[in-house]
């Protein structure tokens, strides 16, 4: 019976080392990839620029305070109603 005890216990340890070896290499992936998530230029986010909705992409602060000027809508006295200040 003492036998049958030691091969388990040699097979519970393999086992185990196999697990943890696994875990260890997943951890190491995983950190590797947000490390170059942060390091390469096209993930990283400046603080200059702003999400677009329409686009699903940043862009420019600049940028998009124009595209936000030209969609600003006005009250017109003439007509009454809500419309871009370059229809008139």
Known sequence: MSKRRSN???????ISFV???AF??????VFFGIG???SEGDFNIN?????????????DKETAEAEEAKQKIT???NCQK??????E
């Open 24 to 29: 260890i290499l997943s951890m190491g992936y």
């Open 82 to 87: 809500y419309h871009e200040p370059r229809d």
């Open 19 to 21: 697990v943890v070896v």
């Open 8 to 14: 388990t216990n040699k097979f519970t340890k393999v």
């Open 36 to 38: 170059k998530s942060f």
């Open 47 to 59: 603080s200059d620029k702003v999400w677009c909705a329409n686009c699903q992409t940043y862009h």
């Open 75 to 77: 009250w017109c006295i």
